[in-house]
T-cell receptor, first 113, second 107 residues
Framework: DGGITQSPKYLFRKEGQNVTLSCEQN?????MYWYRQDPGQGLRLIYYSQIVNDFQKGDIAEGYSVSREKKESFPLTVTSAQKNPTAFYLC????????????FGSGTRLTVV | KNEVEQSPQNLTAQEGEFITINCSYSVGISALHWLQQHPGGGIVSLFM?????KKHGRLIATINIQEKHSSLHITASHPRDSAVYICAGDSNYQLIWGAGTKLIIKP
């Protein structure tokens, strides 16, 4: 079955370390997105990519980096510059064809210890 | 003022009750999405609406384009419906998210 795979589900990181969250989709979707969710708050856009080798900053891109070398993959790196990285991270994808909808991953919960 | 607003923020009801969650938006959108988030965090897409009404099982979603308002209804609610329900407007290929409605259905 097609879908989005996010890994790992839970991740612990020491302060000062970079960490990369994986997002892979086999839906042939063009656009991919990374969101951050803090307890009791709505989702906020970190980065998005509408085509391979191109991506744009969202509302809260500082301290994060992404790449889109393949259509299927959109990894997110949480760098040491991100001051408060503990959060739930969600990946999504969509296509721009007729009847498009969004597909979401199961998320990664990152805790900085 | 948020561009997509949901109400209520929290809702507790007894099993079997009819549930309504509201979503109002102030921006132009091409579609309105209703999504469900369970305690584990994963999000499931329930409906995508650009007009009218859609039904899936006990869930019904409606949208009024002129009034920029959408509602999600749950008939014969059940404890397994307990989750956070989120509406999101699709505007220029970006999702604008509501803050979510936390629904608890008590047996």
């Amino acid at each position: 079955d097609g879908g989005i795979t996010q890994s790992p589900k839970y991740l612990f990181r020491k302060e000062g370390q970079n960490v990369t969250l994986s997002c892979e989709q086999n839906l042939n979707h063009d656009a991919m997105y990374w969101y951050r969710q803090d307890p009791g708050q709505g989702l906020r856009l970190i980065y998005y990519s509408q085509i391979v080798n191109d991506f744009q900053k969202g509302d809260i891109a500082e301290g994060y980096s992404v790449s889109r070398e393949k259509k299927e993959s959109f990894p997110l790196t949480v760098t040491s510059a991100q001051k408060n990285p503990t959060a739930f991270y969600l990946c999504a994808s969509t296509t721009r064809g007729a009847g498009y909808g969004y597909t979401f991953g199961s998320g990664t919960r990152l805790t900085v210890v | 003022k948020n561009e997509v607003e949901q109400s209520p923020q929290n809702l507790t009801a007894q099993e079997g009750e009819f549930i309504t969650i509201n979503c109002s938006y102030s921006v132009g959108i091409s579609a309105l999405h209703w999504l469900q988030q369970h305690p584990g965090g994963g999000i499931v897409s329930l409906f995508m609406l650009s007009s009218g009404k859609k039904k899936h099982g006990r869930l019904i979603a409606t949208i009024n384009i002129q009034e920029k308002h959408s509602s999600l209804h749950i008939t014969a609610s059940h404890p397994r419906d307990s989750a956070v329900y989120i509406c999101a407007g699709d505007s220029n290929y970006q999702l604008i998210w509501g803050a979510g409605t936390k629904l608890i259905i008590k047996p």
